[in-house]
């Protein structure tokens, strides 16, 4: 009886202990989110970006993306030419993010990305909106993803 209530008594220990390192866990996922929110927030000139496999040619005026409390717009010649929300998953192997655009065409839809903080660049790998997230960062041709390859902007 008194080795059975021991035993008892071990369990119930170790699983406290469990429960309270789930909680850690948790959390720290919470605060890793919001620390890479952080590092995205900000200005980001495109450097390269590829279509469906096929080099997109920028503009000689720069085309950026700006990321600020859960929010993104992609401005082109000064002028605003996309935007929505996005919410991101750092824990995800290959971090993810989805992008919410508030476009009539893509109501209920979202663009599922991925994205990876190289060096000093930010590299984003997003399908259309409604369509399996990429894998990799390949954007393949006929793949249907967009690859993005950004640098944060020195300009406020």
Known sequence: MKRTLMTLVSVIGLSCCLLEHGKGSQESAQEQTRREEKRLEGRWTFLRCT??????????????????????????????????????NPLAKPKAIDIANPAKEYQGKKGLGIYEFKSEELWLAIARAGEKRPGDFSCKKGSGHQL???????EK
């Open 51 to 88: 279509i469906n496999g096929e080099e997109f040619p920028l503009a000689d005026d720069p085309t950026e993306i700006f990321f600020e409390a859960q929010e993104m717009k992609i401005v082109l010649m000064g002028k605003v030419t996309s935007q929505g929300k996005f919410s991101i």
């Open 148 to 154: 993005m390859v950004l640098r944060r902007s020195s």
